[in-house]
């Protein structure tokens, strides 16, 4: 029987432009095994989401069935790395197969993801001696990489962050992935071709694992606790369809990026944040399909994958932000925390128009504007003196392309309380945020149909708000200052 090598995937559901998918296939041509572990503790989360992991099932179903289709096939085990792992090897071990070469799989950076990963790999090569590679995917610059020039240390700063990235991807030499990204946009996208032989089930004649419709059955379950209407509303599932929306967005609205990002009645965004999250769609192929180069004209547009890949740098370097203010100083703000009040929130009935159509937006579609996602964070912390893990925690629940580091990143940002160089006195007032950014009022209107027959001049007057804003704002710098005295 000759080598063959397992993919083990986990924030990476696709095959093309998948490297280390790519590198084992190299060294196992038309031999490797896709292999998908499941923890069932990850049900329990207290920031689970039903609504994403349908999304995450369903993409993990059309990844399998494009697998299929090329003769191979993704194996989807029913518990986590630690146990599935063991299981799945000392069966392969006994079998006509043996054991494969090689496991291959992409860095992840989150906290908990990298202990796995060391433990994992600890257990591939000592206990079994199994090559492994693993590749970078998920970001195109690694936060390793970006260290301070002369005081060492990592950037806390957008800026000059921004700028040190752009520097290393103009200069394109230092990592394989930015020089395939060179000649991507020079060539486009490379054609891969993939030939599979699946060694596990079908050569073999006798099955050594039965695919018992484990994923089906989530899906089927996980289905009844999402409303149809959420599905029927939800972006496409899978890589295809990725790349469908970024060259809509390519053709229609790119161009014009700069100034209608911040209109949210256009569809002027690329909503891809749902595909850079499961690795349907990675940065190198935004990069190559919409021609960005460091000075691009589509630079703002650029800037934002850079903040994505920022907060991945803070959470990588600073793992405590995932628990508590990046800023020390404001750890243990005395928060009101009122349950009438976030309740209100939540449910889009807090009497201010555009917070109330975003949050509104955000529970019927799992997806909300950037520019009313700053607002609707500003007026839980600023204005409701809310504590921003509460919200960070409601909007993991509700949103589909609810990511760790770009979530709590932007919660810290407008809570003031993360690596911003911006004073915790920013607190953006709703009403004059919803007349520069929605004049006409049609978001919220759209939303907020109640409000429809309202005429534009007041539209965005507070409506039998539940809290004064400009009496919160004095509320919030006190807050704020207290906690910035000296002891
Ligand atoms: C309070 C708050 C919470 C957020 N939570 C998340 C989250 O859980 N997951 C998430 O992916 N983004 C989050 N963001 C960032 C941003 O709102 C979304 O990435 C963006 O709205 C997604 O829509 P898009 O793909 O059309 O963005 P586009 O405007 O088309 O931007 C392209 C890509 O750049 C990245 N990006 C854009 N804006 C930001 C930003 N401000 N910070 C980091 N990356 C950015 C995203 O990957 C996005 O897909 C949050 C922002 C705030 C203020």
């Not at 996980?222 to 509303?233: C, D, G, M």
């Not at 569809?267 to 690795?279: E, P, R």
């Not at 690596?419 to 607190?427: E, V």
Request: hydrophobic share 35%; with cysteine; charged share 25%.
């Amino acid at each position: 029987m000759s080598d063959y090598g397992i993919h083990w995937f986990r924030r990476d559901l696709r095959l093309t432009g998948n490297a280390a998918l790519e590198r084992n296939l190299a060294r196992h041509p038309g031999r490797v095994l896709g292999v998908f572990t499941f923890d069932r503790k990850f049900l329990a989360r207290p920031d689970f989401s039903h609504g994403r992991f349908l999304f995450f099932l369903r993409t993990l179903e059309n990844l399998r069935d494009e697998m299929r289709a090329l003769g191979g096939d993704l194996l989807f085990l029913d518990e986590g790395p630690d146990a599935a792992f063991p299981s799945l090897l000392d069966t392969l071990r006994k079998s006509s197969l043996g054991l494969p070469k090689m496991v291959s799989f992409n860095r992840d950076y989150e906290p908990f993801a990298r202990a796995r990963d060391l433990r994992l790999s600890e257990l591939f090569e000592n206990r079994y001696g199994l090559l492994i590679h693993s590749e970078r995917d998920h970001l195109l610059v690694e936060p390793e990489e970006l260290s301070k020039d002369d005081e060492g240390g990592f950037y806390q700063v957008y800026s000059p962050f921004k700028r040190k990235w752009l520097g290393i991807f103009a200069n394109g030499e230092t990592n394989s992935r930015l020089r395939e990204v060179g000649k991507w946009l020079k060539n486009g996208p490379p054609e891969f071709a993939l030939r599979w032989d699946n060694p596990a089930f079908v050569k073999t004649g006798k099955p050594i694992f039965k695919q018992t419709g484990v994923l089906e059955t989530y899906i089927e379950e996980t289905s009844k606790r999402v409303p149809a209407s959420l599905v029927a509303r939800g972006p496409k599932i899978g890589h295809a369809a990725a790349k469908e929306a970024l060259k809509n967005f390519r053709d229609d609205w790119l161009a014009g990026y700069g100034e209608q990002r911040d209109i949210p009645s256009l569809s002027g965004t690329s909503k891809i944040s749902v595909y850079l999250k499961n690795g349907t769609l990675t940065v190198p192929q935004v990069i190559c399909l919409l021609k960005l180069t460091a000075d691009s004209p589509h630079i703002k547009y650029f800037q934002e994958l850079i903040w994505r890949e920022f907060y991945y740098h803070i959470l990588y370097h600073c793992p405590r932000v995932e628990n508590e203010a990046f800023l020390k100083k404001y750890a243990n703000l005395p928060w009101g925390n009122n349950p009438e009040w976030f309740k209100k929130w939540c449910e889009g009935r807090t009497g201010y128009p555009i917070v109330d159509a975003g949050m509104r937006q955000l529970n019927e579609t799992g997806w909300m504007h950037n520019r009313v996602r700053m607002v609707v964070a500003s007026f839980l912390t600023k204005d409701l003196l809310i504590d921003w893990k509460w919200g960070e925690k409601y909007f993991m629940e509700k949103l589909l392309d609810g990511d760790l580091a770009p979530n709590n990143g932007g919660w810290q940002w407008a809570a003031s309380t993360g690596c911003d160089p911006q004073p915790y006195f920013r607190i953006f007032n709703p009403t004059s945020q919803g007349e520069k950014f929605d004049p006409e009022g049609k978001y919220v209107k759209q939303w907020v149909p109640e409000l429809a027959g309202v005429p534009v001049k007041t539209i965005h007057d507070p409506k039998n708000p539940i809290v004064d804003h400009s009496v919160q704002r004095n509320l919030a710098l006190a807050l704020y200052k207290a906690a910035r005295a000296p002891q």
